[in-house]
């Protein structure tokens, strides 16, 4: 499984601009891509909409968890059902949903809509990582906290969202690289010009598979990875406490 991310890395290193034979170490590949206007514009946006998407997200997935966890109402399990529906559909499908939904509406694409979609599926993501940290706490504290004299917002302050905090950093975490990785949805849903980081490099491999586009997919893979590395041990370490 990992074999093509090692010869990925390999002939990211490769002095030869074609991929086929090997012609010496170089890390000019690397230096390039500091220079390539496309690429830092394209890496912006991509920043920008995860950035947003996600903070976002957390509010609104974090209260999203909690009422599923501490409130009773109307509907509630039709609503946990609709609300983690974006975690089992396929993106093709959330794409050309909210690509319709833009068009009905007549709504410009642009990068705020790539954002609106991201938002989507973010939510999802980050209320399932909170809902699990949820199930390990103990709900007498904020019943204690009430019976002392706490406004339930007090309460949810100042006792349920620190110990939460471990849940939802890991859940933006998780958004985050997700979002950063997103192809799918952000070619549908991005207006003209608005180039994310994935977009970018599938725009370059139609024509075939460069040196410097390796080792951009290097620099992906290991920041991704380093983001869920974070993400996994913050949750774990929050579990445990």
């Not at 290193?13 to 074609?18: E, G, L, T």
């Not at 974090?62 to 993106?91: C, E, H, S």
């Not at 609106?116 to 990582?129: E, N």
């Not at 994935?198 to 139609?206: D, L, W």
């Amino acid at each position: 499984m990992y074999l093509p991310i090692l010869v990925l890395g390999f002939y990211s290193f490769n002095k030869s601009p074609y991929s086929a034979t090997w012609q010496g170490f170089t890390l000019d590949w690397y230096y390039q891509l500091l220079g390539d206007d496309r690429i830092l514009s394209a890496l912006k946006n991509s920043l920008l909409v995860a950035c947003c998407a996600v903070g976002i997200s957390a509010v609104l997935g974090t209260l999203m968890a909690v009422g599923l966890a501490r409130y009773q109402f109307p509907g509630k399990n039709l609503y946990r059902g609709v609300a983690y529906l974006p975690l089992i559909i396929p993106d093709i499908a959330i794409a050309v949903a909210t690509l319709v939904f833009l068009a009905t509406f007549a709504i410009p694409l642009s990068l705020w809509t790539i954002v609106a979609a991201h938002v989507v599926f973010c939510i999802a993501y980050i209320a399932l990582v909170v809902s699990s940290r949820l199930t390990n706490l103990d709900p007498h504290l904020e019943e204690a906290a009430l019976d002392l004299g706490a406004t339930p917002i007090q309460a949810f302050l100042q006792v349920l969202l620190p110990q939460l905090m471990p849940g939802i950093v890991a859940g933006c975490l998780l958004a985050f690289v997700l979002s950063l990785d997103d192809f799918l949805i952000a070619s549908f849903t991005s207006g003209s010009g608005y180039n994310t980081l994935p977009m970018e490099i599938f725009s370059r491999i139609r024509t075939g598979v460069k040196p410097d586009i390796n080792a951009l997919s290097v620099l992906l893979i290991f920041l991704s990875a380093i983001v869920a590395f974070i993400a996994e041990s913050i949750r774990s370490l929050g579990a445990r406490k």
